[in-house]
């Protein structure tokens, strides 16, 4: 043990710090995803494998724990299928290379992704004035094929006017969710997943819980305003920002949707 720790250096730290890192991640992700408690009692679980395996060196015991371990990669892929795909895509779209990129790019076309957003800055501000409910989400890298599937098929420009006429509170899509995608409304009266967060507040209702829901499984923004209050609230990556006025509004966008 001591000739180990004398032979510690700058590579094992490093080692170290990266499965901290990727421990650190997988626990935000599975807090976020409502897996908190299964994520805990497989680091359980693991930490009991490595004693009795490595430490202890209990031979009967270690090799059932291995033959369950073996099963067990099999299983938590089944279980944590749609959280892998979520890794993976987290990976493929937060890298410091491609964060770059899109902020070079955003120095050039600033302006036009400000000006691209205002039919929907303009919708929601005026929806919110007359506390119309609504729930749009504009979705990134084409991730939310299944969601424009489970509703109905609009294919239009964004326009502020045809917005607030499907969030009309009378009109047959007025339940569910709007999905942007490539610049374009695809759909209206999706359905989304609902979120098992307890960090929402109380007072979120299902609009609240869907446009969660949806930002914990995408990349996808989504913007809830309030039937009972009129505040505008954007989802994103399992957080949210309440009371958001239309420049903080279109400022988010712009930064934030590619």
């Not at 609504?134 to 890298?141: E, H, T």
């Not at 610049?183 to 960090?199: K, M, N, T, V």
Request: charged residues 25%.
């Amino acid at each position: 043990m001591v000739d180990y720790f004398v032979s510690f250096g700058i590579k094992d730290i490093i080692d170290v710090l990266c499965v901290s890192l990727l421990l650190f991640y997988l626990y935000k992700l599975m807090k976020r995803t409502g897996s908190l408690n299964m994520f805990i009692g497989i680091l359980v679980f693991i930490f009991v494998w490595m004693i009795v395996s490595q430490v202890l060196k209990m031979q009967l015991l270690g090799a059932v724990l291995d033959k369950l371990v073996d099963v067990g990669v099999i299983a938590l892929i089944v279980l944590f299928a749609d959280d892998i795909r979520h890794f993976f895509r987290d990976i493929g779209t937060t890298t410091r290379t491609r964060k770059l990129f899109h902020w070079l790019v955003r120095r050039h076309h600033a302006q036009g992704d400000a000006t691209k957003w205002e039919p929907i800055v303009r919708a929601c501000d005026s929806m919110s004035r007359r506390k119309e409910g609504a729930l749009i989400v504009i979705g990134q890298n084409d991730e939310l094929h299944d969601v424009i599937e489970s509703g109905e098929l609009v294919n239009a420009d964004m326009n502020q006017l045809l917005i607030e006429n499907i969030f009309f509170k009378n009109s047959p899509l007025h339940d569910g969710a709007m999905i942007i995608t490539n610049d374009r409304i695809e759909a209206a009266a999706c359905i989304l997943p609902l979120s098992q967060s307890e960090e929402l507040p109380k007072e979120f209702g299902l609009r609240h819980r869907s446009a969660m829901g949806i930002s914990e499984k995408t990349n996808a923004v989504a913007v809830v305003v309030s039937e009972e209050t009129g505040i505008i609230t954007v989802f994103r990556k399992g957080s949210f920002q309440r009371n958001m006025q239309a420049a903080e509004l279109s400022k988010y966008l712009t930064d934030n949707v590619r």
